[in-house]
């Protein structure tokens, strides 16, 4: 058997298996709740992450964390994880690449991203009150008017 290839009979020492996650892989109900639950905080983290990306701040910093926790269970989450930052990169050599005009562009589209988004959420609206401001379309689609 060659180092790479293990099954559950191989010692521990020869797997190179120590720490609290060994333990569990030993126990077959333990490992599935292992694996449930990284998938759960995984899963958070790279929800949370995604609908961060378009503000300010540090969303696929937190979308790269999702799936690098994913990741140290499941094998998918690693290649999304490679392909995302592939692309990322890509994306960030290109914005440097651009014209003043370009960037100006890129970040008026992402603050009109979070305006939107304050408005349909009725943030708008909440701030306008405090200085009273009771404009209509102030007011959340969402949410509607308090009355």
Known sequence: MTTDQHDDTTPDAERGGH??????RRNPA??????VGVGVVGG??????????PYPGPGWLVVFAGLAILATE????????????????????????????????VLAGTGLIVLATLWLLGALALVG???????????????????
């Open 19 to 24: 720490g609290p996650r060994h333990w569990f």
């Open 74 to 105: 499941f094998e998918w989450a690693g290649k999304v994880l490679k392909f995302a930052k592939h692309y990322y990169d890509l994306w960030v050599a290109w914005l440097k690449r651009q014209s003043l005009l370009v960037k100006l562009l």
């Open 30 to 35: 333990l490992n599935l709740a292992y694996r």
């Open 129 to 147: 009150g405090w200085f009273g401001i009771h404009e209509p379309w102030l007011e959340s689609p969402i949410f509607g008017s308090k009355g």
């Open 44 to 53: 958070l983290v790279l929800v949370a992450g995604v609908l961060m990306i």
